[in-house]
Nanobody
């Protein structure tokens, strides 16, 4: 089993930055992809960005491309999401997730989820 704990959310003005952290514990050796999703009020959960656990390749949603950067520190079993140039539409609960099957691009299931952290961007 793997446990994921997010931190770093909060309230920020439009144009500002925040960095989210996701610390993994447990059977982290089984993980091959880490990622971030978000869910705004009244909307479905959507994919934000993901990173391969070993090679560091990344993908991101078009809505955050050029503004958000995902990274990982294998020594700390932690995945980060650096969010820059935040806009009110980025307001959501952000969830860290991980999977141990499939690839960065397809396949497998997001088996592990964190509890979520609130990000609020004021205009």
């Amino acid at each position: 089993q793997v446990q994921l704990v997010e931190s770093g959310g909060g309230l920020v003005q439009a144009g500002g930055s925040l960095r989210l952290s996701c610390a993994a514990s447990g059977s982290t050796f089984s993980l091959n992809v880490g990622g971030w999703f978000r869910q705004a009020p009244g909307k479905e959960r959507e994919f934000v960005s993901a990173i391969s656990w070993s090679g560091g390749r990344t993908i991101e949603a078009a809505s955050v491309k050029g503004r958000f950067i995902i990274s990982r520190d294998n020594a700390k079993n932690t995945v980060y999401l650096q969010m820059n140039s935040l806009i009110p539409e980025d307001t959501a609960v952000y969830y860290c997730a991980a999977k141990s099957s499939g690839t960065l691009y397809s396949g497998g299931a997001w088996d592990y989820w964190g509890q979520g952290t609130q990000v609020t961007v004021s205009s």
